[in-house]
């Protein structure tokens, strides 16, 4: 009869056995302990927000910082484009151009962007390397590949045109640079290079 315990009892007993488990000054402790990270961080003048990153940091071994956005963003965007010219010895840096498409479409570098990528059309959309496509989204000129015959002999030349789509300071139709092939380099070199023949009259 002494051992008979009530429901309430198995609950609070149940209570204490949490309590040990999780001492009740726990959640107080460790505030104590972030406030004082924190704190530390401050002093070295770095700041912290969220206090609760401050336990999750303290078990990383290693932190890289993504100043760029090239990990943590899904797309590329294109900042502008710096010419140099060649006129004067050494050559020199021109002004930023932050909108490819106000340069003139008779500029070389604009020329060179338009061509120089490895693009293919793919069901009318243009497919390929992330990078070229954004350079050459970027200078607002058009990619037409010549539909070839399955037939065709493969040694026949069917280069890709590209042209721009509309310019006020010149005759579109005037303006078209044929691509016949591609020289791939290595990337700390140069990124493509094209054997093109412009014509612009």
């Known amino acids: 009869a002494a051992r008979a315990l009530t429901a309430g009892d198995i609950v609070l007993k149940a209570l204490d056995i949490i309590t040990i488990v999780v001492p009740p000054a726990l959640p107080a402790a460790m505030t104590v302990g972030k406030l004082y990270a924190v704190s530390r961080l401050k002093r070295a003048r770095i700041s912290c927000l969220n206090t609760r990153a401050v336990n999750v940091s303290g078990s990383l071994d290693c932190i890289c910082f993504d100043k760029t956005g090239t990990l943590t963003e899904d797309g590329l965007d294109m900042w502008g ?42 069901n009318g959309e243009l497919a390929g390397d992330p990078l070229d496509l954004k350079m050459f989204e970027s200078t607002a000129w058009k990619l037409e590949e010549p539909e070839v015959p399955e037939r065709a002999h493969y040694e026949m ?26 020289h791939h380099i290595a990337r700390v070199t140069l990124a493509q290079c094209g054997l093109v023949d412009s014509t612009h009259l």
Request: glycine share 4%.
């Open 81 to 122: 484009v710096v010419a140099v010219s060649t006129a004067v010895s050494p050559p020199i840096l021109g002004r930023p151009q932050r909108d490819p498409r106000n340069m003139n479409d008779l500029h070389d570098l604009k020329i060179g962007m338009a061509c120089c990528h490895s693009l293919t059309l793919l």
């Open 157 to 182: 030349l069917t280069p890709t045109v590209v042209r721009p789509k509309g310019a006020a300071n010149i005759n579109v139709d005037d303006l078209h640079v044929s691509i016949y092939s591609h």
